[in-house]
């Protein structure tokens, strides 16, 4: 019996409030603060993909230079046109098949 009464008796100290009524009194200035805040917050989850593709190119850029580099230590190639060439004027292509700019 006690603990019916003790449930009626929570229920009736529980107050819902809805989502919009949260906000009835905010002003004008409240509200676009509140934008501002979320839009800086989207801003913000956004920039750690963003610098993680930033900081791939820039990886992808110092290997391909130091490719560059330790082919042309050979004396036997020559960089021109953009690309890598043999002392003979073939191009030089990696184990794949591709070229290596330079430049």
């Known amino acids: 019996m006690f603990v019916a009464l003790h449930r009626d008796a929570d229920k009736k100290d529980d107050l819902s ?9 905010a002003s004008c200035k409240d509200v676009a603060m509140m934008v501002v805040g979320g839009l800086c917050a989207l801003v913000h989850g956004a920039a750690a993909p963003l610098m993680l593709l930033v900081y791939g190119m820039m990886t992808n850029t110092f290997v391909g ?31 794949e098949g591709a070229t290596v700019p330079c430049g």
């Open 17 to 25: 409030v809805g989502y919009f009524q949260l906000f009835r009194f």
């Open 65 to 95: 230079y130091e490719l560059e580099i330790q082919q042309l230590k050979d004396p036997n190639k020559t960089c021109s046109n953009e690309s890598i060439h043999w002392t003979n004027g073939t191009v030089f292509e990696t184990s």
